[in-house]
């Protein structure tokens, strides 16, 4: 399988087979790179407010220099980043980098326990969090190494009247910022003043010098964090910037920002990828609030979107979403979770768009897979292997899988930007890093003659039938597709005669829905042993940060129950 590398065949053409990884060696001299080409450009908008790159590079700098100089923090210490979509975040970020040290994304829904061990596990040094969640972090800083905190208000950058009347609305009338104190907090205009004037030396910073520890894992267990070098985090950005660049137009691209940049899809596909093309990243602070993400949308020209399923459905399901202007829409990029099919054919047929999946991982910076940008149509496929990566097939002997197109084994990766290993935690890389180098994924997939790689589910949420497997996605996919469904999640649960049988759990759109009409379009769409036995309506389903229905959080109450 891996000599003939079919998936080369189907790459569009003039796709090369490998990057040049020696392009830049660091993050920070891509961003400079970006700073001299297109240095008057926007960069970020927030709240109506602008950023260009040259704010951002004298932003960063500044940021970087207070690391440096007042912190006094030496090369490689982590520095916490804990803060939803805003201006602060890529100010933070790249001023961290800049100064030679390692970001730690921090989801900002943690609580005080999730966010303790990740700050203990990391090591971090400083803390750089939003009032929202101070009152988190103050409680999960003892017994931590953080020596200084920077806080700072959502509309500390947002310039006069705005910046203001953003705090005191989200203060006082929406009370979502409690009170909290944090000895020797330092506020983040403070850090900046602190830094301007002091000089930013030239850091040489090294190709596996480790940019990012980024958390995962949190859903299926403790929190490890993935050592993501420049090396992994610039050759990703290659990679994935190759691939769109057919769709992109340098110095006018203008993209949607939704999902949380300290998520590692966002961070290299929007933050990265798109600060290449030297675009605008319109940085969506709540998408949650789908009115208001909708009314964003309408007054914006963008030409680009990233988003999962959820995101997708969500605002397809919200009024005015038909009415908003899709005619500078060129790139629309699916990834996160698997996209479902009644999902990406209205998407199609609402914006006129078609919704690319990608595939990928916090270990692999993230992307392995994107479908070819010139996809008429949604496939159901994660795409091919980017540029310089290499898939194949195991089973759970380590054996490669191989022969006819339906055979399916574990996706097992290789390339430049698959992750250094887990932080502080060699028997953790050593169960997903083989003797071969090869990064095991945890999904199942099968691969047709042309290359195209198809997840049939995670290894773990396989459901066996009277020793049938039954794959969640396909159940799910199928009952997306029915009307009056608005989410679905399928999970396993044990049953005296068959081992385990399926059960549905449904979002209605319709109220109306019964259980009966549901258990009749699975009669008329699935074998008798892949229908589920049980339906279970809910108002909502239990998510991720980025909107990833979680499986294991169902099966965990089902247990309960039980």
């Known amino acids: ?62 940021m970087a220099s207070y690391l440096l100089h007042e912190l006094k923090l030496k090369r490689g210490a982590r520095v916490a980043v804990m803060m939803p979509n805003c201006l602060q975040f890529p100010i933070s970020i790249f001023g961290i980098l800049r100064a030679g040290l390692t970001v730690v994304n921090v989801n900002p829904l943690y609580t005080s326990r999730e966010l303790h061990h990740q700050l203990q596990d990391s090591g971090a040094a400083a803390l750089i969090v939003i009032d929202n969640f101070g009152d988190t972090a103050a409680q999960a800083l003892p017994g931590t190494q953080v020596k200084h905190v920077v806080s700072t208000a959502l509309g500390d950058m947002l310039g006069l009247p705005k910046g203001p009347l953003v705090n005191f609305v989200l203060r006082y009338l929406k009370k979502m910022v409690p ?60 990679q994935a910037s190759i691939w769109v660049g057919s769709k992109a137009r340098p110095g006018e691209e203008y993209i949607i920002t939704a999902l949380p940049l300290y998520h590692i899809f966002a961070l290299t596909a929007n933050c990265l990828v798109f600060m290449k093309f030297g675009a605008l990243n319109h940085l969506i602070t709540n998408p949650r ?22 995101l997708f459905n969500g605002l397809l399901n919200t009024p005015g979403f038909d009415k908003v202007d899709f005619s500078r829409l060129r790139l629309t990029l699916g990834g996160g979770m698997a996209v479902q099919r009644a999902v990406a054919e209205r998407w199609k047929q609402v914006t006129g768009a078609t919704l690319v999946e990608a595939y990928g991982l916090t270990e692999t910076s993230p992307a392995v897979c994107i479908n070819p940008m010139n996809l008429a149509d949604y496939n159901g496929s994660i795409g091919l292997p980017v540029p310089s990566t290499d898939c194949c097939l195991k089973d759970d002997d380590g054996n490669l899988v191989e022969g006819d197109e ?35 994924t945890g999904d199942m997939a099968r ?41 679905v999640a399928a999970v396993g649960v044990p049953d005296p005669h068959s081992g385990e049988v399926v059960k549905v759990f449904i979002v209605p759109k319709d109220p109306g ?7 009749a379009f699975c009669r008329e769409n699935l074998a008798g042993y892949k229908q589920p036995r049980h339906v279970e309506f809910r108002t909502e389903l239990p998510k991720t940060n980025v909107g990833k229905i979680l499986r294991k959080e169902l099966r965990r109450q089902e247990e309960a129950a039980r």
């Not at 908008?45 to 960063?60: E, M, P, V, W």
């Not at 055979?407 to 890389?429: I, S």
């Not at 829905?513 to 258990?519: H, I």
Request: a negative charge; one cysteine or more; glycine letters at 8%.
């Open 1 to 62: 399988m891996m000599q003939d590398r079919p998936w080369f065949a189907s790459y569009p053409d003039g796709m090369p087979h490998e990057i040049d990884v020696e392009e830049y060696r660091s993050i920070v001299s891509a961003l400079e790179s970006t700073i001299d080409k297109y240095r008057d450009r926007p960069a970020y908008l927030n709240f109506g407010k602008i950023l260009t790159y040259a704010d951002l590079d004298r932003l960063s700098g500044q």
């Open 179 to 238: 009170d909290y104190e944090i000895d020797g907090a330092v506020r983040f205009r403070d850090a900046l003043a602190l830094g301007k004037g002091k000089s930013l030396p030239k850091l040489d910073i090294q190709p596996d010098d480790i940019a990012f520890l980024q958390y995962t894992g949190g859903t299926t267990g403790v929190a490890k964090g993935a050592m993501l070098t420049h090396r992994n985090l610039v050759a990703n950005m290659q």
């Open 289 to 310: 609030d789908m009115k208001g993400f909708v009314k964003e949308l309408s007054k914006a020209p963008f030409t680009a979107i990233t988003g999962v399923n959820t």
């Open 406 to 440: 339906n055979a399916v084994g574990e996706l097992c990766v290789k390339g430049p930007q698959v992750m250094k290993g887990y932080w502080n935690r060699p028997d953790e890389t050593a169960k997903v890093i083989d003797a071969d180098g090869w990064l095991h």
């Open 447 to 487: 691969m047709d003659r042309q290359g195209f790689f198809y997840i049939v589910d995670r290894k773990k949420d396989m459901i066996l039938v009277s020793g049938f497997n039954v794959y969640p996605n396909e159940v799910e996919d199928v009952l997306a597709g029915m009307p009056g469904v608005l989410e």
């Open 513 to 519: 829905l019964t259980v009966e009409q549901v258990k």
